[in-house]
């Protein structure tokens, strides 16, 4: 049975997060963590998840319940991330990170980890959309340079903070190193005014936000003549909730390294 912490636990993901442990029979909850001075401390953490009363109270202070935790599950802010990255290594625990936003100066931070800490790192946890990272490989691998245009479009809840998401950047990536089109070099992000035609290799990413999409990414290939367009849509943030319990399970196995949902899934 693998004891799970969630730091995080009174956010959208945190939340979820409480009721896909509870539904996993190799799982259990061993502590919940909630910002330093939050009025929800002594909360129970089902009543707080609207699953019913589970006797595990939220606190505020991560290091209180790490000795009694295999992994930590992360869905919160990059600094709170890293911190908490310190704290596992500190404790020789695991931890599954969701967190997205992260700038090149946090990765290069959170890479440091991997000989210290059993980690992994994926800006989506659902096995849908890992499987469709493997499409959009071999769909790019097959279209190559033959004048497709690649667009990424992502549509996510009027509340989310980063932009694009790591999810299509992610997409965009895997796509770049099928082709070979460093996304720093390729990439564009903004077009706005006079900004001419699109180049032929170029990757071009658009965002929408609005309401409470949860959150919905297609990647385009286009040509004269066609167009082959691959989408995920999650309806619900328990596919994430459920891949990243499953990667908790995965990881308390193994050793010190950067892990993906790739790894977790055998793809
Ligand atoms: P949210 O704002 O609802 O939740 C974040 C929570 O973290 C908040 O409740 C906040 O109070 C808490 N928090 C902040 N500082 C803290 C601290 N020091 N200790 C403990 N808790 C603290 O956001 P969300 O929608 O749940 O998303 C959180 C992150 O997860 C975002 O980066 C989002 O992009 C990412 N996300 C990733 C995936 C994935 O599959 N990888 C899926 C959904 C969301």
């Not at 625990?93 to 992260?102: D, F, S």
């Amino acid at each position: 049975m693998t004891r799970i912490a969630i730091v995080g636990v009174a956010g959208r993901m945190g939340r979820t997060l409480v009721n896909a442990v509870q539904q996993d029979a190799g799982a259990t909850l061993a502590g919940g963590v909630v910002e330093p001075g939050s009025s929800l401390v002594g909360t129970d953490l089902g009543e707080l998840a609207g699953v019913g009363r589970l006797d595990v109270t939220a606190v505020d202070s991560l290091e209180a319940i790490l000795d009694d935790v295999d992994v930590l599950i992360d869905f919160t802010s990059p600094q709170v991330t890293l911190a908490n990255l310190a704290a596992c290594a500190a404790y020789g625990k695991a931890i599954v990170i969701g967190t997205t936003g992260l700038d090149d100066e946090q990765l290069a931070e959170l890479d440091g980890y991997r000989d210290r800490v059993p980690m992994v790192f994926a800006p989506n946890m659902s096995v849908g959309v890992n499987l469709t990272l493997k499409l959009l490989e071999t769909a790019a691998k097959a279209l190559g340079d033959e004048g497709y245009d690649i667009e990424v479009i992502e549509s996510h809840h009027r509340h989310k903070v980063d932009a694009p998401s790591g999810t299509a950047l992610k997409m965009g990536e895997v796509v770049a190193d099928a082709l070979e089109r460093p996304l720093k070099e390729y990439g564009v992000f903004e077009r706005v005014g006079q900004c001419g035609p699109r180049s032929d290799r170029e990757i071009g990413f658009a965002t929408v936000r609005a309401g409470d999409i949860v959150g919905e990414h297609t990647v385009m290939f286009a040509t004269e003549g066609e167009r082959i367009e691959i989408t995920h849509k999650a309806s619900s943030r328990m596919t994430f909730a459920k891949g990243a319990v499953r990667a908790a399970r995965w990881v308390a196995g193994q050793g010190n390294g950067r892990y993906s949902m790739q790894d977790v899934l055998g793809l």
